[in-house]
């Protein structure tokens, strides 16, 4: 897979005679030297894909002398800025973005080059990957009602939802799922959401949820809110912040269950294809 980026906000990016810098970026480590020789490796033998660094990118590209009025001031005025980053796969159609900040923009005026002025844009790219320009939502209906509802792909029995395979097409665990209960009738006290592919952690929830109600749980934020209230209180959290994994969909597909106690709701989930 190979790829340019292309724009940074609302601004195209140089891409005339473009140089590109499309390496992975480091892995967050912690490692410690021993006395007696060797190291230890404080991540132990779990594949630690989800830490990873800020990581410096380069853009390199040419201005012609007709441009640079029009396009190099309004590039210098985005250093320091932060804004989505897009990159544009060779097929010249698939874009990926990540918040990145522009930290400078190098550049040499040379007297024997007065048609062009090269130009090199040092990013520091602030996602853990980058995500798919489309939104994937999986609405699940009238959860906790007993009806039958063909428009979603849940099977859905009594209070319960089951076979939610939140897979993606990236290549990388996305940390941002989003999930909705909005209630449609009854008073919900509890929720439930489980990773059938892995059973060390269950996220549960407890309060009270009337109809019109919305419970939002937001793995990127780490937050719950009922409406615009916080509701964490009421979330009985995992152990280790590794138990949001359940709600990070690998890609591939993932079995999770939803639970809800005494009234019924619509269930959505949303998330990004992840890449590194």
């Known amino acids: 897979m190979a790829y340019t980026y292309t724009q940074f906000g609302s601004t195209d990016l140089p891409n005339l005679e473009g140089s590109h810098d499309i390496s992975s970026g480091s892995a967050r480590v912690n490692i410690m030297d021993l006395p007696g020789g060797g190291a230890y490796d404080a991540t132990g033998g779990a594949n630690d894909r989800g830490e990873r660094g800020a990581q410096k990118i380069g853009v390199a590209g040419i201005l012609l002398q007709s441009d640079l009025a029009a396009a190099y001031y309004p590039l210098r005025a985005l250093v320091g800025t932060r804004a989505q980053l897009w990159r544009t796969r060779d097929d ?77 097409g990236g290549n990388f665990p996305n940390r941002g799922t989003v999930v909705e209960i909005t209630v449609i009738s009854g008073t919900i006290t509890a929720v439930s959401i489980q990773n059938t592919a892995s059973v060390a952690h269950t996220l549960a929830w407890s309060g009270s949820l009337t109809v019109g109600d919305v419970l939002t749980i937001d793995c990127g934020a780490l937050s719950v809110l009922d409406g615009a209230t916080d509701a964490y209180s009421g979330l009985t959290p995992p152990t280790t912040v590794d138990g949001w994994l359940i709600l990070w969909p690998d890609p591939s597909s993932n079995s999770m269950t939803v639970t809800l106690t005494g009234g019924a709701a619509n269930v959505e989930f949303s998330f990004y294809d992840a890449w590194v």
């Open 92 to 168: 010249g159609t698939t874009k990926e973005w990540a918040y990145a900040r522009l930290d400078n923009i190098r550049s040499t005026r040379r007297q024997k080059n007065l048609f062009y002025l090269e130009i090199d844009m040092q990013f520091v790219v602030l996602s853990p990957c980058w995500f798919s320009e489309t939104e994937t939502v999986l609405s699940y209906l009238d959860a906790g009602a007993n009806d039958d509802d063909l428009t979603t792909t849940g099977a859905e029995s009594g209070d319960v939802i089951s076979s939610i395979l939140p897979g993606h």
